[in-house]
């Protein structure tokens, strides 16, 4: 079965520090993506980065990189020089092998609060 | 703008009834999924379709029904046997055949009173 595992329920950083948020994915498939995505208080979920299984390089899109360490089964989310605007929710999820059973449905782990201190 | 639309934004549902959230989207994607969410919790996944008039069941599909009748719309019904129905649903939908390219709606809290 697969499943994401987030260990930090809430976390602190100092604006303009950067933060690790952790993740840790169990499948058995070998092709699967893998997601990170932001709750701001109002519900939505906001796309921030995506890392394939076969990118050999990790993912990064502006302020937000991937740390994919695929022999550990890790995909941790990596944002640098932390804004008042980046506490939220962050889930990191997973799609598993394209089939017609699997659906591309998305696995959520339990998410990690973020919370940015002036 | 192309994207998704759930309505309404809050319910409020006695016990004993049914409900239904609606999920509208006009980016021809091919796949709907509904999603319930708990305070403090993931996403769980209740159901999906890929085409239309065929959808699976997902991890906690007790007590929900849905229908797929036009690519467009997923509307998701609430019965009285969901036994703690209070939860956020978030509808999302994919075209077929990408890596990813979710998109979600955004939300409706439902309140049992």
């Known amino acids: 079965a697969q499943k994401i595992t987030q260990t930090q329920p809430g976390m602190f950083v100092q604006e303009k520090e950067a933060v690790t948020l952790d993740c840790t994915y169990d499948?058995?498939?070998?092709?699967?993506?893998l997601f990170w995505y932001k709750q701001p208080s109002s519900g939505e979920m906001i796309f921030l980065i995506y890392?394939?299984?076969?990118?050999?390089q990790n993912a990064t899109e502006g302020r937000y990189s991937l740390n994919f360490q695929k022999a550990r089964k890790s995909a941790n989310l990596v944002i640098s020089a932390s804004q008042l605007g980046d506490s939220a929710m962050y889930f990191c999820?997973?799609?598993?092998?394209?089939?017609?059973?699997?659906?591309?449905?998305?696995?959520f782990g339990q998410g990690t609060e973020l919370s940015v201190k002036p | 703008d192309g994207g998704i639309t759930q309505s309404p934004k809050y319910l409020f549902r006695k016990e004993g009834q049914n409900v239904t959230l609606s999920c509208e989207q006009n980016?021809?994607?091919?796949?709907m999924y509904w999603y319930r969410q708990d305070p403090g919790q993931g996403l769980r996944l209740i159901y999906y379709?890929?085409?239309?008039?065929?959808?699976q069941k997902g991890d906690i599909a007790e007590g929900y029904s849905v229908s797929r009748e036009k690519k467009e719309s997923f509307p998701l019904t609430v019965t009285s046997a969901q036994k703690n129905p209070t939860a956020f649903y978030l509808c999302?939908?994919?075209?077929?055949?990408?890596?990813?390219?979710?998109?979600f709606g955004s939300g409706t809290r439902l309140t049992v009173v």
């Open positions: 999302a939908s994919r075209r077929t055949g990408t890596d990813y390219g979710y998109t």
């Open positions: 499948t058995s498939d070998q092709s699967y993506g």
């Open positions: 890392q394939g299984s076969y990118d050999e």
């Open positions: 999820a997973m799609r598993g092998a394209p089939s017609y059973n699997q659906g591309g449905k998305l696995i």
């Open positions: 980016l021809n994607h091919d796949a």
């Open positions: 379709s890929q085409i239309v008039n065929d959808f």
